[in-house]
């Protein structure tokens, strides 16, 4: 479908607002999980599971979305997605009740996975291959702002209004998406498609029986079954036709190490964007707008390194800008793991800047990879797979935050330092592995090209 350039900036535009509201429902929820508890009279480690369960739906929920979008159209997958989010959002602005909330965020994540594997597929699809690079950067762009705003905006809220305000947002501004998409959102669907239904099942029912063994950790059982069921999904995703998780994709290095780098750092980040928070509420005594304050020079960082980290991949070797990036973020988490706990503003913000410094050089050239080196059949999926390694990794890190809290019923986390060495050490041998196969790459090059027929 050829857009006009009136309708490209319309379909545009419902794009970015999609994107915005999947990232403030992350950035926005997670200042609040301290009043939040203080509302309803509960501890810290029962709250943290209305980001833990959000983060988890979207992780299982992205890439049977994407699959789904392939038989029916991206653009209804992006909005029901919507629809889905804006009622979903609703519901936690009027519930009081924690399972009903954690089952509304859970039900909410599933929106926000529809929306974001959507997204860019559809992004493909309304610009031409000229235009393509620098809408990506504008998206990314937009990404960062909402990482800083979301702070801010909940930080805002919880100084003048209730914290069901924050949810109350999510409504309008989805159902505005919403309009604009229906309006001028083309159609995207491979007509050949077909969803592997036993796939999904068997996708959906590993990572369920892996939840499970995560909250009853006495049943050995749940990892037996989850091995049987996840070999029974590897085996039958190479024997459908159409599979949910193409296993072809891994057969590249790069792409494998790419998407495994971009866990290990969302583990880091949202290690960070959690248990900072509370670190500076609990510990050090700051109101929820002056946390909010503090954490702005980390999002800001990012997205004013991000769009220069792109263009020096371009010109430049991707890999060694996303392993310069690790190592710059591995040593702001160091920094941060020494925060007295009567630590000055100025000592925060310098090294959640040194974050957002390396996180930003990290970023793009690393999407760059994980995009680029998959094959051309496959990239719907392969964003799929970015999509869903940010959210494993966001996952994993509000699980550790969870294990890290020494007394869950009251939700005091005073092993800060020691939850942040552990993120930082996980940066470290992401950066060892990917300088090595930086190395190994660089020295095959230079042997190929000394052996090469005209050098002979």
């Avoid at 501890?43 to 599971?49: A, E, P």
């Avoid at 309009?179 to 669907?189: F, V, Y």
């Avoid at 590897?234 to 193409?246: D, F, G, N």
Wanted: with cysteine; proline share 5%.
């Amino acid at each position: 479908m050829s857009l006009n350039r009136t309708q490209r900036h319309w379909a545009f535009s419902a794009l970015i607002l999609a994107t915005v509201i999947a990232v403030l429902d992350i950035s926005a929820i997670n200042l609040a999980l301290p009043t939040i508890a203080d509302d309803l009279g509960l501890g810290i480690g029962n709250v943290l599971w209305l980001s833990k369960a959000n983060l988890l739906a979207r992780s299982i929920a992205i890439l049977p979305c994407a699959a789904i979008g392939d038989v029916v159209g991206h653009r209804r997958i992006f909005s029901a997605g919507l629809l889905t989010f804006a009622l979903t959002a609703t519901g936690c602005a009027l519930s009081s009740d924690l399972e009903l909330l954690i089952t509304l965020r859970a039900l909410q994540g599933c929106a926000s996975a529809a929306i974001m594997c959507s997204s860019l597929v559809l992004l493909r699809e309304i610009f031409p291959a000229n235009m393509l690079g620098a809408a990506l950067g504008v998206n990314a762009l937009f990404v960062a702002v909402a990482t800083t705003a979301g702070p801010i905006v909940s930080g805002l809220i919880l100084t003048f209004l209730s914290w069901r305000w924050l949810f109350a947002l999510g409504p309008l501004l989805a159902l505005t998406a919403l309009s604009l998409g229906l309006a001028h959102l083309p159609e995207k669907r491979s007509p050949e498609s077909r969803f592997d239904w036993l796939g999904a099942l068997l996708f959906i029912s590993t990572a369920g029986v892996l939840l499970i063994g995560y909250l009853l950790p006495e049943s050995p059982w749940s990892v037996i079954l989850a091995l049987v069921l996840g070999g029974a999904f590897l085996r039958h995703q190479q024997q459908t036709r159409w599979p949910i998780l193409p296993l072809s994709l891994f057969r590249s290095l790069r792409f494998d190490y790419a998407l495994m780098a971009s866990i290990i750092a969302f583990i880091g980040q949202n290690c960070a964007f959690i248990a900072l928070p509370l670190a500076l509420q609990q510990e050090m005594k700051f109101s929820p707008l002056a946390a909010a304050g503090l954490f702005i020079a980390w999002p800001l960082m990012t997205a004013v390194i991000g769009p220069w980290a792109g263009k020096w991949a371009d010109n430049g070797t991707p890999r060694a800008v996303a392993c310069a990036g690790i190592a710059i973020f591995a040593l702001g988490l160091a920094a941060l793991a020494t925060l007295p706990t009567n630590a000055q503003a100025v000592d925060i913000m310098w090294r959640t800047a040194i974050c957002g410094v390396g996180f930003g050089l990290f970023q793009s050239p690393n999407n760059r990879e994980i995009l680029t080196n998959a094959a051309a059949q496959h990239s719907a999926r392969a964003a799929a797979l970015l999509s869903a390694a940010r959210l494993i990794g966001q996952a994993l890190g509000a699980i550790m935050v969870g294990i890290a809290l020494s007394q869950p019923q009251t939700g005091r986390l005073t092993d800060f330092p020691g939850l942040l060495r552990y993120a930082c050490a996980l940066q470290i041998v992401s950066f060892t592995l990917g300088a090595l196969i930086w190395i190994a790459r660089s020295k095959k090059n230079r042997v190929s090209t000394s052996t090469s027929p005209e050098n002979l």
